[in-house]
């Protein structure tokens, strides 16, 4: 399988050298194409105030730029919205699932937990990360967070419509149900690790972490114990190198596997 390493959305929260990305995966398969996240997609650049709340926009500050959505650059690779078959999520937020939209042909993964959350949010915080529209119209299938073992994680497999070697990999803390999704490449084993941690120090060894992602990282989790976990779990892997580990956020892990 071919795998495209994609931007899909600068933005430049304050206090964070360089701003961040939204690192999406662009895939062919024998069965069509299939997205890894979606960034911000067509809607937020026209209308961003449609869609993304103005605490998020003053603390993002996202770019939205319509060359960066992940439809314009499927478009530009010769193929056309109908061609992608899946999408992946790593979670709901609006920064990963505001393209979905884009792909209205499209059947999208979640885990079922990640769904519950944004259709019955639990709480303020819950209700401001899952807008409502981003969600109309798209077809979901979900999936539980369990399934067979993969370098010592649990990993959902045999997804419908999607090869093998294209996993789901509960990594739950950031939200109830967020995911990484693991990919067998060419070059062998990628983990899209999505926002169980936002900097590429967090799994290194040993650690390091930039002040302003840290705080960010704790003021928007969902449950602490398990995030917190699952980056040291990360970093293990990550030394292992039995898997290229890279987070959404990463400008350096983007550009290094781009």
């Not at 299939?34 to 026209?46: C, I, P, R, S």
């Not at 530009?76 to 939209?101: F, I, M, P, Q, S």
């Not at 149900?177 to 062998?188: F, L, M, N, P, Q």
């Not at 003021?219 to 995030?227: D, G, L, S």
Request: aromatic share 6%.
């Amino acid at each position: 399988m071919k795998v495209h390493h994609l931007n899909c959305a600068t933005m430049r929260p304050p206090m964070v050298a360089g701003g961040i990305v939204a690192h999406c995966l662009l895939i062919e398969t024998d069965q069509g194409l299939v997205l890894v996240d979606t960034g911000f997609g067509t809607h937020e650049v026209t209308n961003p105030k449609g869609t993304i709340d103005g605490l998020s926009r003053a603390l993002l500050k996202p770019l939205l730029d319509i060359n960066e959505t992940a439809i314009f650059q499927v478009e530009k690779r010769g193929y056309g919205a109908e061609d992608v078959r899946h999408v992946l999520l790593t979670h709901l937020d609006l920064d990963h699932a505001g393209g979905l939209r884009d792909f209205p042909n499209a059947t999208v993964h979640v885990l079922d937990s990640e769904l519950e959350s944004a259709t019955n949010p639990r709480n303020a915080k819950e209700r401001a990360r899952y807008p409502k529209a981003q969600r109309e119209g798209v077809t979901f299938r979900t999936h539980k967070a369990e399934g067979e073992d993969w370098f010592g994680f649990e990993a959902v497999k045999d997804i419908p419509g999607l090869p093998d070697d294209i996993l789901m990999v509960p990594l739950i803390g950031h939200t109830r149900g967020h995911t990484g999704i693991a990919v067998k490449s060419d070059d062998g084993w990628l983990l899209h690790a999505g926002d169980a941690y936002f900097y590429r120090g967090e799994v290194e060894t040993p650690p390091s972490n930039i002040f302003a992602l840290k705080v960010t990282a704790k003021q928007i989790e969902t449950i602490r114990e398990q995030r917190l976990s699952n980056v040291e779990r990360l970093r293990e892997l990550k030394a292992s190198g039995e898997a290229e580990v890279f987070c959404a956020h990463d400008p350096v892990e983007l550009a290094r596997l781009a």
